[in-house]
């Protein structure tokens, strides 16, 4: 390790990969999709005109005559209905108009809520999935009739288009702020990283045994070689606990509303904090260095054995969690992370843990330095 320190080209790729997480994570913009859509209901058989409010949309860019629209009504887009009409009025905002049916396509459905489909050359296709509600009041007489006004209008192979945007998914309830991710998830992947290294060099400490040089003058041994790096290293862990849990918390904020509300995964990553707080209180309440050394190193396993479970297991187990990952909420989906996030996220993670590395490296120098110091006194 204090060779790998020693060397200049993990330093420099560290700073490297985090400035393009901040950099591409800040200005590469997010999909379009749409902001607010008016009305969100309407009855079967009458016309209604949706007055929609894009995001980072290009309405009126080349090829705005070619937008089209649509309501998806299956798990496919074989059952369709294309929009009668559409008027833009500038970038962000346009009037769609659709002819309903008298059915819905299943005759056994009662009510459903139909995402709606937009392409235009400038955005390409993009879903919002809240779309229309509709209520079904009487069934078509069988499912033939119902489905035939779908299929006869119904998105054709080649109208779908991708974006042609380098872009980053959207997320109604995130919107900007899904950002966050190169940050508060990307710190703590590199704070588990960093905390795996302190608990190894804890492990290496009990395993050891003293080492005095032949002239029989004093030195730093091999074993407290490894506490320092175990002491630098949950350090920096404990810095990137802290700072992902306030960009947690101002991420929950602007979706939750608060900045605390004591969501399981708050409380348990919480409290793997506060164990690992106690690691340094433990420290510091033994004068003797050996035997502070040696209750550390086995504390330091202790906390990271609460660690995995608290931060891990329990939200999974957990039935209220609002976080992903949890009670079935999706983690890492393609709508929460698709490729191009990808681009941007495990770089950075990497960069944070180099990062990492490199600062455990410079308190583990100046902690032995100045032991050094003191035995040549």
Sequence with gaps: M??????????????????????AGLLVPLKPNLLTVSPRSAKLGE????????????????????????LVAGDS???????????????????????????????????????????SPGDGTFVDPVGLFIRQEASAPDRTSAETPWRSSSIQKGELRATPRTTFPYRGHLAESIRNTYFHV?????????????????????????HASNEGVSVVSFRDKADYWSVAFT??????????????????????????SWDIKQFTTLIALLIYAG???????????????????????????????????????????LHPGAAGNPAFGGEDLDNTMRMVFYPIIIGWTLMGFWMAGVSYRARLLKERLLLEE
């Design 235 to 260: 350090s920096v862990g404990m810095l990137f606990g802290v700072l992902g849990l306030l960009t947690g918390a101002v991420w929950a904020k602007y979706t939750w509303g608060s900045y605390w």
């Design 186 to 210: 990307s710190l703590w992947f590199a704070m588990m990283f960093v905390f795996v290294a302190a608990v190894t060099y804890a492990i290496k400490y009990l395993l050891r045994s003293r």
């Design 279 to 321: 690691y340094f209180v433990l420290r510091a309440s033994f004068p003797d260095p050996e035997q502070r050394a040696r209750l550390g190193a086995a504390y330091n396993i202790f906390a990271f054995a609460c660690l995995i479970p608290l931060i891990y297991i329990l939200p999974r187990l957990s039935g209220n969690s």
């Design 77 to 119: 887009t074989d059952l369709s209905l294309r929009a009668e009409n559409i008027v833009v009025t500038n970038d962000r905002q346009a009037q769609i108009t659709f002819k309903l049916p008298d059915f819905l396509p299943d005759p056994e459905t009662e009510k459903v809520t139909l995402p709606i489909y937009i392409n």
């Design 47 to 70: 016309t209604v005109t949706l007055d929609v409010v894009g995001y980072n949309t290009l309405f009126t860019g080349e090829g705005a005559g070619a937008m089209n629209a649509w």
């Design 2 to 23: 204090t060779r790998f320190v020693h060397r200049s080209w993990w330093k420099v790729l560290a700073v490297l990969l985090v400035l393009y997480g901040l950099v």
